[in-house]
């Protein structure tokens, strides 16, 4: 047990990441073989739903945390915060109950009022549970992020299996995850008001809320380059079409999957870094360091996706396995750019992060406008891309002015030609090129092991 403790804190991270997101993957064939593609799509619309209420919820609160707690009166920034948090919860949960039958009349796919309220319980608590998650992740408090988040998982995925296989379809997914984010959300508050206190001052509430707001626009403005396009879907294609794409999106999320215990590590302690000694010839090592992980996790994804979706779902989902290498490609953009942003967020505001999330998105919204009623769901994949790496320019570029990183560009476009090439290739051929691509991530001394070791004891 004492050797376990000792563990580096990015391998807790994978093994939680590993659980969480190996039981979401599990339950996917439970949920193709029990609910029709077009029951699929439906509940795929109603997830894209929760994600914008949950980024309203959050108000932006993680990422306030860290901006105003990691200084010498921490625990009490953090205690308002947390109070912040709950207030918002409170607030939001009176506009679900008040709110839904509103809600379900204007769905785009036939839905409930009980449906809304099961999925607006589990969206208004995530505030609640990220900032205790948040502060644990600032303090490498690893394994106590791993238990909790993995617990949740496993409550979540063990009622979900039940309650679909008792006939309860996608209402049951729906109440699976309010009971769970309840139980988390109850723990949470309990240890967070023993180690920080909870307070509530509007005064300083308004302040924490002015760095927050504007990063819920971009929050929003991220809703846009991610979902949104299923509300324009909606409309436009059959309900299979859209459950064909919500299952070769999950499987795309392995890209995100494979980079999220890097991200867990680096994210939370990337201004510490840069503001340290040697801070960004540090943050350069390490953010290059991820750049080639994430091209070797998206090309990973994108040659196992026939594999995958024999694996994960009937004959009838086969139309998703072309839908997913450019899908990777999007997120390969998206996770790029929450590397190359820390000059944007090292700023004392949020509105320059905001401004290129809403230049995005706008993209995103214009490119869903043109192409989607002519070339349906490969009009929502293609602007996805197009908006997503714009996206990623406008950070690379306009971080560069606060925080200066030295990029080996040529040496990355070499590794992302090699990636892209085994992808074309397809098949063990792409396989032999992509494993090329490993050892070129070595060869070019892109992977630097020894840099994010350094910035390991930084908090």
Request: positive net charge; hydrophobic residues 60%.
């Amino acid at each position: 047990m004492r050797r376990l403790s000792r563990l580096p804190a990015p391998l807790v991270y994978a093994g939680a990441m590993a659980w969480t997101k190996g039981l979401a993957m599990l339950s996917v064939p439970l949920l193709t073989r029990q609910l029709a593609p077009a029951e699929f799509g439906r509940l795929e619309l109603l997830s894209s739903a929760a994600e914008i209420g949950g980024l309203i919820a959050g108000a932006g609160l993680v990422d306030t945390l860290y901006r105003f707690a990691s200084g010498a009166d921490g625990r009490a920034q953090a205690g308002r915060v947390m109070g912040l948090a709950l207030a918002i919860a409170l607030i939001g949960m009176i506009v679900v109950v008040l709110g839904a039958p509103f809600v379900a009349a204007a769905m785009p796919l036939a839905t409930t009022a009980t449906e809304v309220m099961l999925l607006g319980a589990a969206v208004v608590l995530e505030g609640v549970i990220g900032v205790p998650l948040g502060w644990m992740r600032m303090h490498s408090r690893a394994w106590g992020f791993g238990v909790l988040t993995s617990g949740r998982a496993t409550v979540q995925v063990a009622l979900m299996a039940a309650l679909v296989l008792g006939g309860f379809g996608v209402s049951g997914v729906l109440a699976a995850g309010a009971v769970a984010g309840l139980l988390l959300a109850g723990l949470l508050t309990a240890g967070q008001a023993r180690e920080t206190g909870i307070s509530v001052d509007p005064r300083v509430g308004m302040k924490l809320l002015a760095y927050g707001v504007p990063l819920v626009g971009s929050g929003l403005c991220a809703f846009v380059l991610g979902t949104a396009d299923r509300w324009f879907l909606a409309g436009q294609v059959p309900a299979a079409a859209l459950g064909w794409y919500g299952l070769a999106v999950k499987i795309a999320m392995i890209v995100p999957l494979l980079a999220q215990p890097f991200e867990l590590w680096w994210y939370p302690r990337r201004l510490a870094v840069l503001a340290g000694p040697d801070g960004r010839a540090q943050s350069s090592r390490v953010v290059m360091s991820g750049m080639a992980g994430l091209m070797l996790a998206a090309g990973v994804v994108a040659l196992a996706a026939p594999l995958l979706v024999r694996l994960l779902a009937p004959a009838s989902y086969a139309p998703a396995v072309a839908m997913i290498p450019p899908l990777t490609l999007a997120l390969a953009f998206q996770l790029a750019s929450s590397m190359a942003n820390v000059g944007c967020y090292a700023r004392n505001t949020g509105t320059q992060t905001f401004l290129i999330n809403l230049a995005a998105a706008a993209v995103a919204l214009g490119c869903y406008w043109v192409l989607i009623p002519q070339y349906g769901v490969s009009g929502a994949i293609g602007a996805t891309v197009i908006s997503q790496g714009a996206r990623f320019g406008l950070f690379a570029v306009l971080s560069q002015q606060t925080a200066p990183l030295d990029w080996p560009v040529a040496r990355l476009m070499a590794m992302l030609a090699v990636t892209v090439g085994a992808v074309g290739v397809g098949g063990i051929g792409g396989w032999a090129v992509l494993a090329v691509a490993a050892l070129l991530s070595v060869g070019l001394r892109l992977v630097k092991v020894p840099a994010m070791a350094r910035a390991l004891p930084v908090i």
